[in-house]
């Protein structure tokens, strides 16, 4: 017996469409993928570029790097919302942006949580304490006591007002007691010249985005914040070892997208950026920059993220920090 419709009721079957989804994900992506990054080029946007050629090979498509700088990541993150909802512009954004700005600025123009769609936390980096070598600063010990003894004196490089380095050395003033002004910047590579020439003598960076100063001697680095010492700099303590910092901090690294982009396209970015995550060769760049890969879902990665959110705009609070 023969399975095929009669050509009479083949022409009076409905023709069923694929669902929104199931269209994007077969159609994506279908042109070049734009990732933003909200912040100046030479600091953490090396992380996405690292990671772009791979993501375009396993995605069939060219995928560029736009940095799109200003007001911590707000004008970047806003782009981003207000792109068409169909995983040809993502995100790349840092800690402060996605989760500090909300409790900062008192005119925000989104809640980066809620307003975008989390895809991955794709990288973290413990911060270092790093001064300029014409400093008397040998040990964070050293460091504290001459600020205290020395108020107004010394003073600190901002890379971006209500970054974690920002806000993690307000916090730690405020625990230790310390005068030590804040010199803003528009971006980590402006404050990083800035301490490497003198200018300014102390600064909290990423150690991946500090370590080519590190590293070539330029500055010299006192402690980090992670939980355990740098395979990069062995020799340096922890801050929590040495008894200064309760708990271990990190920055961190993350793909977000439009609120309302497709489910299966959130899914196959992720599902992407994972795989390059675990590839031997990118292991090794990122550790060679004192980062690492983190492996995560979409799901886990809005939980996570509502949690740092908490944390901290406490600090936020706790410090009475905020920007206009």
Do not use: C
């Not at 899914?267 to 920059?289: C, M, P």
């Amino acid at each position: 017996m023969s399975n095929a419709i009669p050509r009479r009721l083949a022409l009076t079957l409905p023709i069923v469409a694929p669902t929104a989804p199931a269209l994007a994900q077969s159609a994506w992506p279908s042109r070049p993928i734009r990732i933003v990054v909200p912040s100046a080029a030479g600091g953490y946007d090396t992380y996405a570029r690292l990671m772009a050629p791979r993501l375009a090979e396993l995605l069939g498509q060219p995928v560029v790097i736009d940095n799109r700088p200003g007001a911590n990541g707000n004008i970047g993150m806003a782009e981003v919302q207000r792109s068409p909802a169909d995983g040809h512009v993502l995100l790349f954004g840092h800690i402060g942006a996605i989760t500090v700005n909300s409790s900062l600025y008192r005119n925000m123009p989104l809640d980066p949580v809620e307003d975008l769609a989390p895809i991955a936390v794709a990288v973290t980096s413990p911060l270092v304490w790093v001064v300029n070598p014409a400093t008397p600063f040998q040990d964070m010990a050293g460091l504290i006591a001459r600020v205290q003894a020395e108020p107004d004196k010394w003073n600190y490089a901002n890379p971006s007002s209500g970054s974690i380095n920002h806000l993690l050395v307000e916090d730690f003033k405020l625990r230790h007691r310390l005068v030590m002004p804040g010199v803003p910047y528009r971006g980590t590579p402006q404050a990083q010249m800035d301490v490497v020439s003198g200018q300014v003598p102390i600064m909290v960076d990423s150690l991946g985005a500090g370590w080519g100063h590190i590293s070539a001697g330029r500055v010299r680095a006192l402690a980090v914040t992670g939980a355990t010492r740098s395979e990069r700099l062995p020799d340096v303590p922890t801050m929590v070892e040495l008894g200064l910092d309760p708990q271990p901090v990190v920055a961190w690294y993350a793909f977000m997208a439009p609120q309302a982009t497709p489910r299966a396209v959130l899914q196959r970015v992720n599902d992407t950026v994972n795989v390059v995550l675990r590839e031997d060769a990118i292991i090794g760049k990122l550790r060679d920059l004192g980062a690492a890969p983190r492996i995560t879902t979409a799901d886990d990665t809005l939980t996570f993220m509502r949690a740092e959110r908490a944390k901290w705009g406490a600090v936020v609070r706790a410090g009475n920090i905020a920007v206009e």
